[in-house]
């Protein structure tokens, strides 16, 4: 397999890959796409880490998406949100008869959504646990508020001006708002039900588990000991290893090292960065133990991984 030189996507290689009449931007910090099937379009067929938050709707058809290794389908009326460092594979859909594909893609700077002031890890961690999906099914109502936000973000961004990329950002700021709201409507609701059916304790050990979950996204290139989120979530490293295990059926450490290897895998099939920078990124003190970690989960070297 070919290591792809850009394993790292941001707004500007995002927007090469798509026709320029689709797009409609401001600067390398926001960009609107309207993408609609043309079999000479080059797709993102490989492994990529996000440089920036993308939004991405479906009008029509579907595709088939890879985030951090979980697959989804991406339907009509769906959006899927994607974040700053998410590791994305788009596979390019089947098409049959004169069904075609349509999608709308919003995709922002990590500066452009922090002036915002939309955490988009924190909305999609306190949601895609419970609901173990980053997909969202938006109602009718949603659907049709969101129709209306892009076609005014669309003719204000093809404006020149400091005034009307500020009003790029309100209307996009009050769009994430409209969809956070059945985001989190639908996380409350999946918890009532399950509130209905299980006691106090499990939900308290449900949340325990919901942030271990968000901390080790945050932290496992650089804390891979229990004891740090033990810390971290005032605990035991035993109780919270006995706990992480009763909740999801995985272990702690089988959780954080899942992380790991998905960084260590990608970083070696699908970049040029040496095998010493891995190393030091993943924060092990050499490549001995580097070594000898992975072949412990894969049965090869990283160097036969990366060759074969």
């Known amino acids: 397999m070919a290591i792809q030189e850009n394993f790292e996507v941001n707004i500007r290689t995002i927007k090469e890959k798509l026709p320029?009449?689709?797009?409609?931007?401001?600067?390398?910090?926001?960009?609107l796409m309207d993408i609609q099937y043309d079999e000479r379009q080059e797709n993102f067929g490989y492994p990529c880490r996000l440089d920036g938050n993308v939004m991405l709707f479906c009008i029509n058809g579907s595709i088939m998406m890879s985030v951090n290794l979980?697959?989804?389908?991406?339907?009509?009326?769906?959006?899927?949100?994607?974040?700053?460092?998410?590791?994305?594979?788009?596979?390019?859909?089947?098409?049959?008869?004169?069904?075609?594909?349509?999608?709308?893609?919003?995709a922002m700077s990590h500066r452009f959504a922090s002036d915002l002031r939309i955490d988009f890890k924190r909305i999609l961690n306190e949601g895609i646990i419970p609901l173990d999906t980053s997909v969202i099914r938006l109602n009718e109502t949603v659907r049709e508020i969101l129709g209306d936000h892009l076609k005014l973000i669309a003719k204000i961004a093809s404006c020149k001006g400091e005034l009307y990329k500020d009003s790029v950002r309100y209307l996009v700021s009050s769009l994430v708002s409209v969809l956070g709201s059945q985001w989190f409507s639908e996380v409350d609701n999946l918890k009532s039900r399950r509130r209905a059916g299980t006691d106090a304790r499990s939900n308290h050990k449900r949340l325990?588990?919901?942030?271990?979950?968000?901390?080790?996204?945050?932290?496992?290139?650089?804390?891979?000991?229990?004891?740090?989120?033990?810390?971290?979530?005032?605990?035991?490293?035993?109780?919270?290893?006995?706990?992480v295990k009763e909740v999801s059926g995985k272990t702690g450490p089988d959780w954080i090292d899942s992380y790991v290897m998905l960084e260590a895998k990608h970083l070696l099939k699908y970049s040029h960065m040496p095998i010493k920078e891995i190393v030091y990124r993943l924060n092990f003190p050499n490549q001995t133990v580097f070594y000898k970690y992975f072949k412990a989960h894969t049965g090869m070297t990283p160097t036969d991984y990366r060759n074969s």
């Open 208 to 243: 325990i588990f919901e942030q271990f979950h968000r901390l080790v996204s945050e932290s496992y290139s650089q804390q891979r000991q229990m004891a740090f989120y033990a810390d971290k979530l005032c605990l035991s490293p035993k109780y919270l290893s006995k706990l």
């Open 70 to 106: 979980n697959d989804y389908e991406i339907k009509e009326g769906e959006l899927i949100i994607c974040t700053d460092g998410d590791i994305v594979k788009v596979s390019r859909p089947e098409i049959s008869g004169s069904e075609k594909w349509h999608f709308v893609m919003l």
């Open 20 to 31: 320029e009449s689709s797009q409609i931007d401001i600067d390398e910090d926001f960009c």
